[in-house]
């Protein structure tokens, strides 16, 4: 490879890195997604139990609606189609089973759409203002000519250092058992994101109603950390 090809290549991996850094304000720290409510009722008390909740939750609901909305929105941007990113924010917003995560997906998308302008990232004239997360990382990826799979792999990462960092404050588990349990999700999101990328489109959208109570039920939590 050229020296100008590796820089090139060394440049998407940096704009891939600023898209998914924690210090970019959109704020992701801000919400557990009803890891808050089953840790608060008992169904997590350790890292084990951790692991499982990731893996389900990355399986059941991250791979067949965020990653496989964020692929097929890519593919649109490419086109310019703006018809089909139309209908993948209608179906990706349906796809919040609950008010709290649909409060979440809008603000977290539009606080990236305020970054698009000073980032030089273009949108359509009259782009819906009440848009979905997965619809608008895609375009910043997909304009910074980072790889789909690429976009898909830190996206689910991201989604998981998240919830990693919240179980952390929520729960008596140290740093070193943090890190610990990211290595071993590894795997899993490797898988996720090859399923996505096959995932017909008939199968897009699968739901998991006891996540979709636990965040039902953090709305009236009485005590919480994360946002509701």
């Known amino acids: 490879m050229s ?26 720290y801000a ?19 951790a692991e499982s909740w990731l893996k389900t939750v990355l399986a059941h609901s991250i791979m ?18 703006v018809e089909q990113i139309n209908r993948l924010i209608v179906q990706s917003r349906a796809l919040r089973e609950t008010e709290e995560l649909l409060q979440e997906d809008t603000h977290l998308s539009q606080a990236l759409m305020r970054l698009a302008e000073p980032l030089g990232i273009a949108f359509p004239e009259h782009f819906p203002r009440k848009n979905s997360l997965p619809v608008v990382y895609a375009r910043f990826a997909q304009l910074w000519q980072i790889p789909l799979e ?34 071993k999700m590894d795997e899993p999101i490797l898988q996720a994101v090859q399923e996505a990328l096959d995932l017909p489109n008939e199968l897009v959208g699968m739901n998991m109603p006891n996540f979709a109570i636990l965040s039902a039920q953090h709305e009236q939590q009485y005590s919480r950390l994360f946002r509701s």
């Open 150 to 183: 690429d976009t898909l792999t830190a996206f689910a990462w991201g989604w998981m250092e998240n919830q990693i960092a919240a179980f952390l404050k929520l729960c008596s588990v140290g740093q070193t058992q943090a890190q610990q349990l990211m290595l």
């Open 3 to 28: 020296q100008l090809g590796r820089c090139l290549n060394q440049q998407k991996l940096l704009r891939l890195l600023q898209l998914n850094s924690p210090s970019l304000p959109i704020g992701t």
């Open 31 to 49: 919400y557990s997604q009803g890891l808050e409510a089953a840790i608060s009722q008992g169904f997590i008390k350790d890292v084990e139990q």
């Open 64 to 81: 067949p609606n965020d990653l496989a909305i964020m692929l097929r929105a890519y593919q649109a941007w490419q086109s310019e189609d």
